[in-house]
DNA sequence: TATACTATTGAAAATGATTTTCAATAAAGG
DNA sequence: CCTTTATTGAAAATCATTTTCAATAGTATA
């Protein structure tokens, strides 16, 4: 997955390839930390000018809805986005830095079907995020 | 845990116990669905009338702060708080209806040894949420 | 119980993030 | 190259949340 590819899948999906599109890929999908809307506008308009904070939203907005980025919940907010990865991957952020690293958590599955027999509840999603310091800030 | 223990532990750390935010404390204990700041203002206004939304925020500041309520986080939003239940516990929400439901899942102790190796993160927190249906909307 | 101190209150105004509106522009297919 | 129509940025509108402020009401103390 590159970023070309992200605006290939827009693409493809009816969306057109424009140069405001292309800068706000290109600083989210690039990024190791997780985003607010406000700053890939300050990040993507280092590559395109004229970019307005509006499409920025707005890109990002179809972003999410391609399943490209995931939006990262925090105790100091959740408006911030990242780069979603390949498959399904858990997050795991740096208090300090904001770094975001993947990891693959399918032990999951035990568990889940463990609390779906004790509640009676049918599960179809979950969300598990970590928070510590990385290894450069720790 | 009671209602009148949320209030005297407000009490115990040096807060003023009002008309107002009784109505807040029993409006949001006796909840088994997370309530936006909005919804806990339209029921508790009925227990007090001369309630004023500000105080709604203020009030439910303070109960995060002493960690009797906790937010909930949903692809919907994020503004929504329950009542954080004993000890530490994950959350298990129906899509359909918006119940809550505690778990507890100490399982997680192994995964985060293991990822804490594998990543060279040290890992302070977690957040665990299911999502699905449950027992009575499925 | 009366008093004094000060936290708390609700209303209104201010803020800040996000969304909508709209006319001008530019991408993509023919 | 044309035509169609999605996309754009700016400005205005909206929505949730926070701040300000003078009036009120808890609580400790006498």
Redesign the interface.
């Known amino acids: 997955m590159s970023a070309e590819n992200w605006l290939q899948q827009l693409q493809d999906n009816g969306y057109r390839i424009t140069a405001a599109r292309r800068a706000v890929v290109f600083t989210v999908f690039g990024s190791v930390h997780a985003l607010t809307p406000a700053q890939v506008y300050e990040i993507a308009r280092k590559k395109y000018r004229a970019l307005g904070l509006v499409t920025v939203y707005r890109t990002l907005e179809k972003l999410e809805e391609q399943h490209l980025i995931q939006r990262v ?1 925090q105790p100091a ?2 408006q911030a986005f990242i780069s979603s990865g390949m498959g399904h991957q858990h997050l ?1 952020l ?2 300090q830095c904001g770094k975001v ?1 993947f ?1 693959e ?1 399918d ?2 599955d ?3 079907t463990a ?2 027999q ?18 450069s800030c ?1």
């Open positions: 919940h907010g959740c795991l740096c208090e690293a990891f958590g032990d999951l035990a568990l889940t609390i779906a004790k509640t009676g509840y049918q599960i179809h999603e979950h969300w598990l995020q970590l928070f510590g310091l990385c290894s720790k």
